[in-house]
């Protein structure tokens, strides 16, 4: 392909976004994945409970995830945003079928972590077509996972916890990696002062309102490419609006 400076873009062009949100369960993040415009749930765990939405039967093997995500980009549909509820129920999928691949009896089988890295290409191939949804067709993917309490090694600071994503390190960092949006769903906390033996303390407690941040914080794990505000209400208007204001 020939190239000129003239094919040269000055302007970024915004295309459907890439969103991993995680967070503990019952947080809310299914409940917001069905906020999104004409939602398909990938079903890999069963967590719809009576949120009613259009979504798969429970899908327990690798060959028919890829085979849903190939329909929805062959075949014309209405839907217009691809959840995979969750990654951390698809990860022992991949996981399965590396095993049946390789011959292994488990993951952890070759040693050295090996098992792990040789599943990778097929969380890659997952993702490639996730991105060939939302490149060609212009389909919003929304990724879940719950979150897990994990010692963060900060070569800047001495070690801490942290929620992180319920996955292998080097799967969650390519979700990490090609997601516009990782968001940390959470119930919001305050202060509140209590006095007793006319000594003052503070203690934190849980206000009922569900966030999404949308910023790293020591505590969790958080990114965005958008410039958006540290945290959100858990809503996909909110989600929207923000990213259309920046």
């Given at each position: 392909?020939?190239?000129?400076?003239?094919?040269?873009?000055?302007k970024a062009t915004l295309k459907p976004p890439r969103i991993l949100i995680h967070g503990k369960p019952g947080v809310g993040k299914t409940t917001i994945a069905s906020e999104f415009p004409s939602p398909i749930?990938?079903?890999?765990?069963?967590?719809?409970?009576?949120?009613?939405?259009?979504?798969?039967?429970?899908?327990?093997?690798?060959?028919?995830?890829?085979?849903?995500?190939?329909?929805?980009?062959?075949?014309?549909?209405?839907?217009?945003?691809?959840?995979?509820?969750?990654?951390?129920?698809?990860?022992?999928?991949?996981?399965?079928?590396?095993?049946?691949?390789?011959?292994?009896?488990?993951?952890?089988?070759?040693?050295?972590?090996?098992?792990?890295?040789?599943?990778?290409?097929?969380?890659?191939?997952?993702?490639?077509?996730?991105?060939?949804?939302?490149?060609?067709?212009?389909?919003?993917?929304?990724?879940?996972?719950?979150?897990?309490?994990?010692?963060?090694?900060?070569?800047?600071?001495?070690?801490?916890?942290?929620?992180?994503?319920?996955?292998?390190?080097?799967?969650?960092?390519?979700?990490?990696?090609?997601?516009?949006?990782?968001?940390?769903?959470?119930?919001?906390?305050?202060?509140?002062?209590?006095?007793?033996?006319?000594?003052?303390?503070?203690?934190?407690?849980?206000?009922?309102?569900?966030?999404l941040y949308c910023e790293e914080r020591p505590s969790f794990l958080a990114k965005n490419r958008y410039g958006l505000p540290p945290e959100l209400p858990l809503k996909w208007e909110a989600i929207k609006k923000?990213?259309?204001?920046?």
């Amino acid at each position: 392909m020939a190239f000129s400076l003239a094919d040269i873009k000055n302007k970024a062009t915004l295309k459907p976004p890439r969103i991993l949100i995680h967070g503990k369960p019952g947080v809310g993040k299914t409940t917001i994945a069905s906020e999104f415009p004409s939602p398909i749930f990938l079903m890999t765990e069963d967590g719809l409970g009576i949120i009613d939405v259009p979504h798969t039967e429970l899908l327990k093997n690798y060959d028919d995830v890829i085979d849903v995500l190939k329909s929805l980009l062959a075949e014309d549909h209405k839907y217009k945003t691809v959840v995979i509820d969750s990654l951390d129920h698809l990860e022992p999928i991949i996981f399965e079928k590396t095993c049946k691949a390789e011959g292994f009896t488990s993951i952890e089988q070759p040693g050295y972590g090996k098992g792990y890295t040789m599943s990778l290409r097929y969380t890659r191939e997952i993702i490639d077509l996730l991105n060939e949804l939302r490149n060609q067709k212009g389909i919003i993917v929304c990724m879940l996972a719950h979150s897990v309490i994990k010692r963060f090694e900060d070569p800047t600071s001495e070690a801490y916890d942290r929620y992180e994503i319920k996955l292998n390190a080097k799967h969650g960092y390519l979700y990490q990696e090609v997601s516009d949006i990782v968001g940390f769903a959470d119930f919001k906390t305050g202060t509140v002062v209590e006095k007793s033996r006319g000594q003052e303390r503070k203690r934190a407690v849980s206000t009922g309102e569900r966030v999404l941040y949308c910023e790293e914080r020591p505590s969790f794990l958080a990114k965005n490419r958008y410039g958006l505000p540290p945290e959100l209400p858990l809503k996909w208007e909110a989600i929207k609006k923000a990213i259309k204001n920046n």
